[in-house]
């Protein structure tokens, strides 16, 4: 019990650091961790995936994450992309998803067969009504602009095609994905953007800049309606697609990522969009962790990427690789400002701006540190924390400055960043003792030192007239009173009936007295034997500790007629579930065998009828004059003979090894074949006698 305790509190300091972290996320950028991941969940069937689109995915995956493995898939994925290229009945889905891979991979594509694409997608457009179809066919050739030699591949209306596709906006900043569908969508937006960044990139003059402009107040207008969390996360959400599809936070925020960052790179100018909701979009994707999913974690790594390139404002984070500091181990402070992607950011100074107790308004720290940067591993420092910070939980407020003004419009620091950190270190335990106290008087009666750092073997004795306490005192390693999560005392009795009490606390004073008048119903009425023990607990104390301080001889008064009865102690696993005892058999003692000579001379007289019946056959004459000359008779006269020997060695083998089943069985089968081929010989033999008398 006293081991279930233990874990208990663990989980409980366990749930308590988790719990605090949630109020201030800490966002960690891409690591070793999401490329691990990448390797499990991007695992195809065979070698392939069953679409085109699932294959893009895993190689964009591996692209942006660093990991090589073309050369495991480029072969059946090449394949699959020349077969949807030169097939006339590929969708425009798989068009454009095949030229995506393609795009990754450098497939052997003859030029051919890009011209024939291109104009199958240059009447798709041209016919195009519906957003997909816009998004499909315009996608695929911009990505056969960008993998062909042709120079004067372009679209003949782009203008018209920009405003058919504008066509479908909405006054909030969504799309419709057709005019017949009056539903907007956020994921539609992000699909037109695209479009619209492809159809820019195609035109052969420039678009008309007052389309551009109005494009821009739709995106502006689209980030209006943007959410947040407590933690600056901003994300896209939507409930409803078409009335029947639903789409989650992730996939629509990913495709305005996708269309935002697309527009920009083809459209000058700025968007005016704040770099505070850039970078809480980074957040956002950061803060997923881990997906357990490979769309997910597309979506999340392929947005990360994006952004990390975008040209509109590229998020830094600012991270620790360690929130738990240790003032026993006098740990440094350690930060890191990188991309989403892990890259090093460019120059800049990390200060530490304040430092306040979570929960409370006091500012511990009120001057500006600067911390030091470590080139070789990228990490800037602060050696020794403020001296004022003791054990507990923190809030440190970071802000970061680029050295470069000219990086300050296009990296998205966030200004101030705040994390919490907990501080943790060896808490002092002084003047422990226990009491028996008279109850009258309250004088000690017993009174014993206890060490609650090493082993104690207490032992008292008191009746149901007097008292328990215990007392010590905890002090922090500034020399502050501290308050442990938990601060328990236990007494168990030696039927095992527990009975557990909290310890209160005044400054560093902890102090309990249990007066036994009063418990004795509690305990049952229960005298004899009870174990002590205390535990004292917290997340930031790093001599947590379950200590046995001894035990106590209890005398109470027999217990009245209608006293409660303890509760009945659960049944020791061990006793349901453990091993049993082992059953020994006795089996019958084997009959005295006859001596080994006996055994041969029986073995002998069983082979005399043997060789009587082949000296029948000498002494007789046998021969062969009978056995047929035809090739058909002889050939069933010779299984005849063969079936014979079979049966005879049959029957060896069932003295031998074989059982009585297994025997039959065989025999069955045996004996249906001997009745057939028997059967034609004699039929054989009794023509060809008839045939001797009439002649």
Same mark, same amino acid.
């Given at each position: ?51 085109? !689109?699932? +294959? @893009? ?17 480029? +072969? ?17 889905? &798989? ?21 024939? %694409? ?16 816009? =998004?499909?066919? %315009? ?5 056969i602009k960008g993998q062909t030699t042709k120079d004067d591949l372009y679209l003949a209306d782009a203008e018209g095609v920009f405003q058919s596709i504008k066509a479908l906006s909405q006054s909030d900043g969504r799309w419709r994905y057709n005019s017949n569908n009056p539903e907007s969508s956020t994921l539609a937006a992000g699909l037109a953007l695209e479009a619209l960044a492809g159809i820019v990139s195609l035109s052969s003059s ?8 109005? +494009? ?7 980030? &209006?309606?943007?959410?947040? @969390? ?74 990360? /990427? ?15 690789? $360690? ?40 500012? #511990? ?5 600067? #911390?030091?940067?470590?080139? *070789? ?6 050696? *020794? ?14 802000? +970061? ?9 296009? =990296? /998205? ?84 009936? !527990? ?30 034997? =009870? ?7 917290? $997340? ?36 349901? =579930? ?55 008779? *002889? ?9 014979? /020997?079979? %049966?005879?060695?049959? @029957? ?11 025997t039959l069985k065989a025999l069955g089968f045996l004996g249906a074949f001997l009745m057939f081929v028997g059967h034609r010989i004699l039929s054989h033999l009794a023509s060809s006698s008839s045939k001797l008398k009439s002649a």
């Amino acid at each position: 019990m006293a081991r279930n305790l233990g874990g208990f509190l663990v989980l409980i300091a366990a749930a308590l650091i988790y719990s605090s972290a949630l109020a201030s996320y800490i966002f960690q950028p891409i690591s070793d961790l999401h490329r691990s991941a990448a390797l499990e969940l991007f695992n195809p069937l065979g070698g392939s995936f069953p679409s085109v !689109e699932e +294959t @893009y995915e895993e190689l964009r995956t591996f692209e942006v994450l660093g990991i090589d493995k073309r050369s495991d898939i480029s +072969t059946a994925a090449c394949q699959s992309v020349s077969e949807i290229l030169g097939s006339s009945s590929s969708t425009l889905k &798989d068009l454009f998803y095949a030229l995506k891979v393609n795009g990754i991979l450098k497939c052997d594509i003859k030029e051919d067969v890009f011209e024939g %694409v291109a104009s199958r997608l240059q009447a798709a457009v041209s016919g195009a009504s519906a957003l997909l179809d816009f =998004y499909y066919s %315009v996608g695929g050739l911009a990505l056969i602009k960008g993998q062909t030699t042709k120079d004067d591949l372009y679209l003949a209306d782009a203008e018209g095609v920009f405003q058919s596709i504008k066509a479908l906006s909405q006054s909030d900043g969504r799309w419709r994905y057709n005019s017949n569908n009056p539903e907007s969508s956020t994921l539609a937006a992000g699909l037109a953007l695209e479009a619209l960044a492809g159809i820019v990139s195609l035109s052969s003059s420039k678009i008309d800049q007052s389309l551009i402009r109005t +494009t821009k107040n739709d995106i502006l207008k689209l980030f &209006d309606s943007i959410e947040k @969390y407590d933690d600056g996360a901003f994300y896209f959400d939507e409930k409803l697609v078409g009335a029947h599809e639903h789409q989650g936070a992730l996939s629509t925020t990913s495709s305005v990522v996708r269309g935002l960052t697309a527009f920009a790179a083809v459209t000058s100018g700025s968007l005016n969009l704040p770099s505070g909701k850039i970078l809480g979009l980074a957040k956002f994707f950061l803060a997923i962790g881990i997906p357990g999913d490979a769309k997910d974690l597309f979506n999340q790594v392929d947005s990360l /990427a994006f952004l990390e390139s975008n040209t509109v404002s590229i998020p830094l984070i600012l991270s620790l690789p $360690a929130t738990v500091l240790s003032l026993t181990k006098k740990d440094a402070l350690k930060v890191k400002v990188n991309t989403v992607l892990g890259s090093n950011a460019p120059p800049l100074t990390v200060n530490l701006l304040r430092v306040f107790r979570s929960g409370s308004k006091d500012t #511990l720290l009120t001057e500006s540190q600067e #911390l030091k940067f470590d080139p *070789a591993n990228a990490v800037y420092t602060l050696d *020794a924390l403020p001296k004022s910070v003791d054990v507990g939980k923190y809030t440190f407020v970071f802000e +970061t400055v680029l050295h470069d003004s000219d990086h300050k419009n296009l =990296y /998205a620091t966030g200004g101030q960043t705040r994390i919490p950190i907990f501080v943790t270190g060896i808490i002092e335990v002084d003047t422990a003792e226990i009491a028996v106290l008279d109850s009258d008087l309250g004088s000690i009666e017993t009174k014993k030192k206890i060490d609650l750092a090493g082993d104690n073997t207490v032992s008292l004795s008191a009746n149901h007239l007097q008292k328990l306490r215990l007392s010590f005192q905890l002090s922090t390693p500034l020399g502050h009173a501290f308050k442990p999560h938990q601060a328990i005392l236990k007494l168990t009795h030696e039927t095992k009936v !527990e009975h557990i009490f909290l310890m209160g606390s005044s400054g560093k004073e902890f102090e309990i007295i249990l007066d036994f008048l009063g418990l004795v119903e509690k305990f049952f009425y229960l005298s004899g034997r =009870y174990n002590v023990q205390l535990t004292v607990g917290d $997340a930031v104390m790093e001599n947590s500790f379950l200590k046995a301080v001894g035990h106590i001889d209890l005398d109470l008064p027999e217990a009245p007629e209608k006293a409660p009865q303890p509760p009945a102690q659960p049944l020791d696993p061990n006793l349901i =579930y453990g091993p049993k005892a082992e059953i020994a058999h006795i089996f019958r003692v084997p009959e005295k065998l006859p001596p080994k000579e006996l055994s041969l001379t029986f073995l002998g007289l069983t082979l005399l009828p043997f060789l009587g019946f082949l000296l029948g056959l000498l002494r007789l004459g046998v021969n062969l004059k009978n056995f047929p000359s035809s090739s058909v008779p *002889a050939m069933f006269a010779a299984l005849f003979h063969l079936g014979i /020997a079979a %049966v005879l060695l049959l @029957y060896v083998l069932f003295w031998l090894k074989l059982d009585l089943f297994t025997t039959l069985k065989a025999l069955g089968f045996l004996g249906a074949f001997l009745m057939f081929v028997g059967h034609r010989i004699l039929s054989h033999l009794a023509s060809s006698s008839s045939k001797l008398k009439s002649a």
